[in-house]
């Protein structure tokens, strides 16, 4: 089990891995959920732009995993997404 920080995404807020990778009979990973912040650690403005960053943040853990968006094609490989937009309002 390998946890995994990417450099181009924010560092978690507690004391845990952004993903775990768990390389066993199959591959099996596991990102942690992802809010829309910068790598300096500031919530970037606005609904669109906060859902574009966590798809970024997303997309940034598949690459350093060397996942590609092509293999995320097959039906068997992606299991789960779940998503949530909350207002501050």
């Known amino acids: 089990m390998k946890l995994l920080n990417p450099k181009n995404i924010t560092r ?3 004391n845990y891995g952004q993903c775990v990778d768990v390389p066993a009979n ?3 990973l596991i990102i942690a959920g992802q809010i ?19 798809w970024y943040n ?8 060397y996942l590609v968006i092509k ?6 490989l992606l299991v789960e997404i779940q998503g949530e937009a909350v207002s501050s309002e």
């Open 71 to 76: 293999e995320l094609a097959h039906p068997d």
């Open 12 to 14: 978690p807020a507690s």
């Open 26 to 28: 199959a591959r099996r």
């Open 36 to 54: 829309g912040v910068d790598t300096d650690g500031s919530i970037v403005e606005g609904l669109d732009a906060q859902m574009r960053r966590c």
């Open 58 to 65: 997303i997309f940034a853990i598949l690459a350093a995993t």
